[in-house]
């Protein structure tokens, strides 16, 4: 579905005919139904590799080749701030701006996404979006995104500053997306998030790809070299026992206990 090859990418500096190198010859191929979670620290270019696979940016070198359609036409992106791509006056045409670009059926259809969010319309639709909170911004954010109804669903830190009911409503609507076999990347600090739900895990080093493997392999080569955080590490040995992960938390805490006792 999507090709990359050997693309790179440079912003300009502070001085004439400086480049400040962001990525370099990235190469890989992304399928429908694909979920990937992009990890690496800050500066590693998760940010820029997103814009590109939006088409916000294009490449210096390499090729982005998706079936010879455009990238914008098919993919979106749910920046780090969201406050960044309001433009709307209202909650709910911020949200209905999206529904029109995907020619869904806009009554219906913006009842569906405010419920997804758990937002209530009548109290919500008419605030401006710049007046919610943070996490309230966020939410909206990824709606109006999730409106366009695109193939490709590009996620920059969704979970940032959320609560945990906030990060459970994030997780509920991409796996609907998922679902729908839309193709989804989440760059995140926090993997776990989102690992029962992930296909594949990228990690990007100085701008280049240090690996990019399936879940499996991720959690049986120990990968995760950062610190992790206890219900992390007991979430990643479920899985090397299990073969899965657990399917609540529930089922979680219960393997947390009798290893606990053990």
Not at 92 to 115: D, M, P, Q, T
Not at 133 to 144: C, D, F, M, T, W
Request: glycine letters at 6%; hydrophobic letters at 40%; aromatic letters at 8%.
């Amino acid at each position: 579905m999507l090709k990359v090859r050997k693309a790179s990418f440079a912003y300009r500096g502070p001085g004439k005919d400086v480049r400040i190198p962001a990525l370099e010859k990235i190469s890989f191929d992304l399928k429908r139904g694909d979920f990937v979670i992009l990890t690496g620290r800050t500066g590693a270019g998760k940010t820029t590799l997103l814009q590109l696979l939006c088409g916000l940016i294009e490449p210096d070198e390499g090729t982005i080749d998706c079936e010879s359609r455009d990238l914008s036409s098919i993919s979106s992106m749910i920046f780090q701030y969201p406050e960044d791509c309001f433009f709307n006056a209202t909650v709910k045409e911020e949200i209905e701006f999206g529904i029109r670009r995907s020619g869904r059926n806009a009554s219906r259809r913006l009842e569906e996404i405010v419920e997804s969010i758990g937002f209530d319309l009548a109290e919500f639709g008419t605030r401006r979006p710049l007046s919610l909170s943070g996490g309230e911004q966020r939410l909206v954010a990824i709606a109006s995104i999730i409106a366009l109804d695109r193939e490709i669903i590009l996620l920059d830190e969704p979970t940032s500053g959320l609560d945990e009911k906030a990060v459970a409503t994030v997780r509920k609507i991409l796996n609907v997306e998922k679902s729908e076999n839309k193709t989804v990347v989440v760059a995140t600090h926090w993997p776990a998030e989102f690992m029962d739900l992930a296909t594949h895990v990228m990690n990007l080093k100085d701008g280049r790809i240090d690996f990019f493997v399936t879940v499996a392999d991720y959690v049986d080569l120990n990968l995760h070299r950062e610190r992790l955080e206890e219900k992390e590490r007991y979430l990643l040995n479920y899985y090397k026992l299990f073969r899965r992960f657990p399917q609540s938390e529930e089922e979680l805490i219960l393997f947390i206990r009798r290893d606990k006792r053990c």
